[in-house]
């Protein structure tokens, strides 16, 4: 071996490997930049599940959805921006994501430590809105100024003002992909036309992924589908071809084909705070039988004490890369 390559050698050392994996994910992604291709190669060359194709990314924009005591009074630490960021390179996540706010009170001190999403708009709790759409509350110049990898936005197929978030997406989209960012996009039906059921239906979920995709989402993050059908004429289609939905492995796969014959990332999202942790092992277990990608988690993360987070989330992160069942 020549001195030069030797050099190579010893430099690519504790650097994450650019695995199959990792380069057929790229591979679909044929239009974007290389910059864009790089931040993408970022969250899945990071944490525990690096070159796996896998995700466990922290997500804390819950003090501006739901307030901050509903999201942080029972762990009271977590009122604390660099509680998450510490939580988050602990635990090994892929990435945190957050508003402007909670990302910039941490940044600088975390600076280059982890994959950083931005959450460019926002919604709270303090009117009833059955047809919901969230403020922008952040821009791209900010996600480059704080040195992220990729933006997030919020859309809710089904509201009456889906139209103005789709185009206000589509914009951003396209200013984010200009400077190489990535854009993951949470995809949450929900209008006063859809049952509170359907905000969960397999053909709703399934159809909300699809419009994540067609918006130029390179990771679309949705709610785990139940098997109920909302829509009359989507229940003749199912039956017709007999879509196999039965089980939560099923309709994960149905939701992952959905989106390109699974050509694009689809992570889902763990939900409201649950009380027993086989439950969540279990929704993971069917994300990763179903060929999901992995998990957007949250509340059941960070509502924790640290050392049970952290448990917790690499245990996620062993059913994922399969050193556990």
């Given at each position: 071996?020549?001195?030069?390559q030797?050099?190579?050698?010893?430099r690519?050392?504790g650097?994450?490997?650019m695995?199959?994996?990792?380069r057929?994910i790229?591979?679909?992604?044929e239009?974007?930049?290389?910059?864009t291709k790089?931040?993408?190669a970022?969250?899945?060359?990071?944490?525990?599940?690096a070159g796996?194709?896998k995700?466990v990314?922290?997500?804390?924009?819950?003090?501006?959805?739901?307030?901050p005591?509903?999201s942080?009074a029972?762990?009271?630490?977590?009122?604390?921006?660099?509680?998450?960021?510490?939580?988050?390179?602990?635990?090994?996540?892929?990435?945190?994501?957050?508003p402007?706010g909670?990302?910039?009170?941490?940044?600088?001190?975390?600076?280059?430590?982890?994959?950083?999403?931005?959450?460019?708009?926002?919604?709270?709790v303090?009117?009833?809105?059955?047809?919901?759409?969230?403020?922008?509350t952040?821009?791209v110049?900010?996600?480059?100024r704080?040195?992220?990898v990729?933006?997030?936005?919020?859309?809710y197929p089904?509201?009456?003002?889906?139209?103005?978030m789709?185009?206000?997406?589509r914009?951003?989209?396209?200013?984010?992909?200009?400077?190489?960012?990535?854009?993951?996009?949470?995809s949450?039906?929900?209008?006063?036309?859809?049952?509170?059921?359907?905000e969960?239906?397999i053909?709703?979920?399934?159809?909300s992924?699809?419009?994540?995709?067609?918006?130029?989402?390179?990771?679309v993050k949705v709610?785990?589908?139940t098997d109920h059908?909302?829509?009359?004429?989507?229940?003749?289609?199912?039956t017709?071809?007999?879509i196999?939905i039965?089980?939560?492995?099923?309709r994960?796969?149905?939701?992952?084909?959905s989106?390109?014959?699974?050509r694009?990332i689809?992570i889902?999202?763990?939900?409201?705070t649950?009380?027993n942790?086989?439950?969540?092992?279990a929704?993971?277990?069917?994300?990763?039988?179903?060929?999901?990608?992995?998990?957007?988690?949250?509340r059941?993360?960070?509502?924790?004490?640290?050392a049970?987070?952290?448990k917790?989330?690499?245990?996620?992160?062993q059913?994922y890369?399969?050193e556990?069942k």
């Amino acid at each position: 071996m020549g001195a030069l390559q030797a050099a190579a050698e010893d430099r690519r050392i504790g650097e994450p490997r650019m695995t199959a994996r990792v380069r057929e994910i790229l591979s679909w992604y044929e239009s974007d930049n290389p910059g864009t291709k790089t931040n993408l190669a970022r969250l899945l060359n990071h944490g525990r599940l690096a070159g796996t194709g896998k995700f466990v990314i922290l997500p804390v924009d819950q003090g501006f959805e739901h307030g901050p005591a509903r999201s942080f009074a029972v762990n009271p630490p977590a009122y604390d921006p660099n509680y998450h960021f510490e939580l988050a390179l602990e635990a090994g996540c892929n990435a945190y994501a957050a508003p402007l706010g909670f990302i910039e009170a941490a940044a600088a001190r975390h600076a280059g430590e982890i994959p950083l999403i931005l959450k460019l708009n926002n919604h709270d709790v303090l009117y009833s809105d059955k047809d919901p759409i969230s403020a922008v509350t952040g821009s791209v110049h900010d996600a480059l100024r704080l040195g992220c990898v990729a933006i997030g936005f919020t859309i809710y197929p089904g509201s009456a003002h889906a139209r103005e978030m789709y185009e206000q997406l589509r914009a951003l989209a396209e200013e984010a992909k200009s400077h190489g960012l990535a854009v993951v996009v949470w995809s949450y039906p929900r209008g006063s036309d859809l049952s509170k059921d359907g905000e969960t239906a397999i053909d709703v979920v399934a159809y909300s992924a699809h419009i994540a995709a067609e918006l130029g989402a390179h990771i679309v993050k949705v709610k785990l589908p139940t098997d109920h059908v909302e829509q009359p004429e989507a229940q003749k289609v199912y039956t017709q071809a007999a879509i196999p939905i039965r089980t939560l492995a099923d309709r994960v796969r149905h939701v992952v084909e959905s989106t390109f014959d699974g050509r694009r990332i689809v992570i889902f999202s763990g939900g409201a705070t649950k009380q027993n942790d086989e439950d969540i092992y279990a929704e993971a277990r069917a994300i990763r039988d179903g060929g999901g990608f992995g998990s957007i988690i949250g509340r059941n993360s960070f509502q924790r004490p640290q050392a049970h987070a952290v448990k917790f989330l690499e245990t996620i992160m062993q059913i994922y890369s399969g050193e556990a069942k």
